[in-house]
């Protein structure tokens, strides 16, 4: 039997087999949930191109704190780097989807189904709480390359947190946020370790020729983003 699933429309965490007062994530109240259905009817998934290999998935329109996810085509086949918040159908197939951490799981369970499509987080992420209803097909604990997808995991805003890199492209997600011409590290952690953990970020990507960051909210150049990373990011607010 299909279970219950709601969406919340401030931050766009998916519910699964549950109907709580509030949102596990966000705290928001009951009356601003939504069914996964109805859901995926309001809001669908537009894909935009970042390169000839990534794309872009965001929910159109904007599903609370909306985040991008990324679709990879690698030569062995499809793979994304977190997932969106609204169940698309019309998406084309993919097989593997990776997390960057636990906060953007999105509806994978919903494509996990739809697509047969294998799930992915780190095993410190995996053991959070809002994580228990969500199917994983596998865990890990260390860096590692898949198809081509070299993965770093560095600990700080989350214990599981985890970059990307793919030829010429950085996925950060949102362990930096941009500010005016600067930038600050994503507050929601402990400031030591995620401080920490940008200096880890720093020694893997010395000496990388890249050319796109693709952040969970802004597609930016690398140089232009390394600049604003190496004048030191703050911690703390927005």
């Known amino acids: 039997m299909k279970k219950e699933?709601?969406?919340?429309?401030?931050?766009?965490?998916?519910?699964?087999g549950f109907h709580p007062d509030n949102c596990p994530f966000c705290g928001a109240p009951k009356a601003r949930f939504i069914t996964a259905e109805e859901c995926s009817t309001r809001y669908k998934v537009a894909a935009t191109p970042v390169s000839d290999k990534v794309t872009r998935l965001n929910s159109r329109p904007a599903l609370g704190l909306e985040h991008a996810a990324y679709r990879i085509e690698t030569s062995a086949g499809p793979c994304w780097i977190d997932c969106p918040s609204s169940f698309d159908a019309?998406?084309?197939?993919?097989?593997?989807?990776?997390?960057t951490h636990h906060h953007f799981l999105g509806a994978s369970n919903l494509y996990r189904e739809h697509f047969g499509a294998r799930i992915n987080i780190h095993q410190a992420d995996s053991r959070h709480d809002i994580c228990r209803p969500f199917p994983f097909d596998g865990t890990f604990e260390e860096d590692f390359t898949h198809r081509g997808l070299e993965a770093f995991h560095i600990d700080g805003h989350t214990p599981g947190f985890t970059f990307y890199i793919f030829e010429e492209t950085l996925f950060i997600c949102d362990?930096?946020?941009?500010?005016?011409?600067?930038?600050?590290?994503?507050?929601?952690g402990p400031a030591d370790r995620t401080i920490a953990g940008g200096r880890r970020i720093r020694e893997h990507l010395d000496g990388r020729q890249l050319t796109t960051v693709c952040g969970y909210n802004y597609?930016?150049?690398?140089?232009?983003?390394?600049?604003?990373?190496?004048?030191?990011?703050t911690f703390g607010g927005f």
């Open 5 to 16: 699933q709601f969406v919340c429309l401030v931050c766009g965490f998916n519910m699964i």
């Open 90 to 99: 019309s998406l084309p197939d993919v097989d593997t989807i990776l997390f």
């Open 175 to 188: 362990y930096v946020f941009l500010v005016d011409d600067g930038m600050r590290f994503n507050p929601f």
């Open 219 to 233: 597609v930016i150049d690398y140089r232009d983003w390394l600049r604003k990373f190496e004048a030191g990011p």
